[in-house]
């Protein structure tokens, strides 16, 4: 099993930034392919950044204004949001895969408990 904790979400004025980080711990192997996802009110949960052996993928949204990281050492999962904007509110959850990255949530096998992201004008 793997467990995910995330941190680091609250509000911000449009424009400004925040970090988040997500604690693996457990069998920390199986988190081959890791990832963000988020969750607005009345919408469904989606990717918003991935990251294997290195290589991140992005959403266009997000593109220039977000960056995915991992500190292995640490076990650590990352993301830097930058220029945020009220579109981005949402429940923020990190999300552990044992198998290659996909952008499908359902196939994803761990999931933390997810840390709030408010946006205001």
């Known amino acids: 099993q793997v467990q995910l904790l995330e941190s680091g979400g609250g509000s911000v004025q449009a424009g400004g930034s925040l970090s988040l980080s997500c604690a693996v711990s457990?069998?920390?192997?199986?988190?081959?392919?890791m990832g963000w996802f988020r969750q607005a009110p009345g919408k469904e949960r989606e990717g918003v950044a991935l990251?294997?052996?290195?290589?991140?993928y992005y959403i266009d949204s997000v593109k220039g204004r977000f960056t995915i990281d991992k500190d292995n050492a640490k076990n650590t999962l990352y993301l830097q949001m930058n220029s945020l904007n009220p579109d981005d509110t949402a429940m923020y959850y990190c999300?552990?895969?044992?198998?290659?990255?996909?952008?499908?949530?359902?196939?994803?096998?761990?999931w933390g408990q997810g840390t709030q992201v408010t946006v205001s004008t």
């Open positions: 999300a552990a895969r044992s198998r290659s990255c996909t952008w499908d949530r359902s196939s994803w096998d761990y």
């Open positions: 457990g069998d920390t192997f199986r988190a081959y392919c």
């Open positions: 990251i294997r052996n290195g290589f991140a």
